[in-house]
C-alpha cells in the first residue's frame, strides 16, 4: 500500500520556473526522504528530512515538513530540462524489530520545456 | 565506491515459470531491500535482508523469496510467475547500525521483468 500521496501527479513548467510538489502520508514517521527517476531507471537519493526539523535545503531543493498536518513539500528553484524525472516521497517509520523500510508514494511527474 | 549492481536489466519470462533476480549491494553496505515498481507507480517493498536473514516483508505472497549472501549480495526469487508479476524489481542497499540512522537506500537500475 501507499503511504505517501504525491499531488500533482503531473506538472509541467518552463526552464527557469520553480517547480513545487507536495506529499502527504498517514502515519508517525522518523523521516522523510524526497527521491528522483529518470525514466524507468533506479531512485536516486535527493534529500532527507527528519521528523523533528520543519525545512532543509540542499543546492536548488528546498524541503518543508508538517507533521501535524501528515505533509511535505518539495520545491526545485530555478528548473533545468535535466530535472525532467519523476520525485518520490518515501516515509521511514522505524519501530523495535521492524524492517527499516521506507514506503513510497505514488509519485509527481516533473517536465521541464526547454 | 562501487554502487549498487542488478542482472539482468531485462528478462521475459512466461506463466508459472520461475526467475531469479540477482543484486550486488554497495561497499560498504550490510542491508538489501528489494522493491517491485509497477508501471506508473511508486516502488512497493517485497523485503529486506539483513545479516542473512529476512528481516521483515511487505505484502508479497511466499513465492516471493530471496537470499542474502556473506558478501551482502542478494538474491530476488520468484516461484509460479503471473502476469501481474510484470514490473521493475530494484534493488536497494543500505547501511544497518554504525550511526546510520536514517536508512537512505541506493538502487540499483533494476530488472525489468516482462511476464507474457
Known amino acids: 500500500s501507499q503511504q505517501g500521496e504525491e499531488d500533482p501527479q503531473a506538472l509541467s513548467i518552463q526552464e527557469g520556473e520553480n517547480a513545487t510538489m507536495n506529499c502527504s502520508y498517514k502515519t508517525s514517521i522518523n523521516n522523510l526522504q524526497w527521491y528522483r527517476q529518470n525514466s524507468g531507471r533506479g531512485l536516486v537519493h535527493l534529500i532527507l528530512i527528519r521528523s523533528n526539523e520543519r525545512e532543509k535545503h540542499s543546492g536548488r531543493l528546498r524541503v518543508t515538513l508538517d507533521t501535524s498536518k501528515k505533509s511535505s513539500s518539495l520545491l526545485i528553484t530555478a528548473s533545468r530540462a535535466a530535472d525532467t524525472a519523476s520525485y518520490f516521497c518515501a516515509t521511514a517509520t522505524f519501530s523495535s524489530g521492524s524492517a527499516r523500510q521506507l514506503t513510497f508514494g505514488s509519485g509527481t511527474q516533473l517536465t521541464v520545456l526547454p | 565506491e562501487t554502487g549498487v549492481t542488478q542482472s539482468p536489466t531485462h528478462l521475459i519470462k512466461t506463466r508459472g515459470q520461475q526467475v531469479t533476480l540477482r543484486c550486488s549491494s554497495q561497499?560498504?553496505?550490510?542491508?538489501v531491500s528489494w522493491y517491485q515498481q509497477a508501471l506508473g507507480q511508486g516502488p512497493q517493498f517485497i523485503f529486506q535482508y539483513y545479516r542473512e536473514e529476512e528481516n521483515g516483508r511487505g505484502n508479497f505472497p511466499p513465492r516471493f523469496s530471496g537470499l542474502q549472501f556473506p558478501n551482502y549480495s542478494s538474491e530476488l526469487n520468484v516461484n509460479a510467475l503471473e502476469l501481474d508479476d510484470s514490473a521493475l524489481y530494484l534493488c536497494?542497499?543500505?547501511?544497518?547500525?554504525?550511526?546510520?540512522?536514517?536508512?537512505?537506500?541506493?538502487f540499483g537500475a533494476g530488472s525489468r521483468l516482462t511476464v507474457l
Open positions: 536497494a542497499s543500505s547501511l544497518t547500525g554504525g550511526g546510520s540512522g536514517a536508512n537512505v537506500l541506493t
Open positions: 561497499s560498504g553496505h550490510n542491508t
